[in-house]
Nanobody
Framework: QVQLVESGGGLVQAGGSLRLSCAASGRTSSGYVMGWFRQAPGKEREFVAANSWSSGSVLYADSVKGRFTISRDNAKNTVYLQMNSLKPEDTAVYYC???????????????WGQGTQVTVSS
């Protein structure tokens, strides 16, 4: 019903920046909570950030506060994750998700993108 496609990942040196984009199509709604998650090899998928357009609120994992910024442009059906001051421990596949009920829990989201790889070198 909703398709999400992430882009913008790549290889960056520690301290660098990347902007991830998530383009949504299909039966989209501005009412969806949009979230970003990441999963490193051997680790569980973890919450990164979420944005509620209706309320204007955002929520970040403690590990990325002050470094990452989530935003969305409903006119473009796109959500962004600006990542600054990247660290090697940020290396992971990053996924966008939509429709969250439990905002910080992956199981609370209904739709997922395919993921985009972010690799941060030392």
């Amino acid at each position: 019903q909703v398709q999400l496609v992430e882009s913008g990942g790549g290889l960056v040196q520690a301290g660098g920046s990347l902007r991830l984009s998530c383009a949504a199509s299909g039966r989209t709604s501005s009412g969806y909570v949009m979230g970003w998650f990441r999963q490193a090899p051997g680790k569980e998928r973890e919450f990164v950030a979420a944005n509620s357009w209706s309320s204007g609120s955002v929520l970040y994992a403690d590990s990325v506060k002050g470094r990452f910024t989530i935003s969305r442009d409903n006119a473009k059906n796109t959500v962004y994750l600006q990542m600054n001051s990247l660290k090697p421990e940020d290396t992971a596949v990053y996924y966008c998700a939509a429709g969250g009920r439990t905002v910080t829990a992956a199981l609370g989201y209904d739709y997922w993108g395919q993921g985009t790889q972010v690799t941060v070198s030392s």
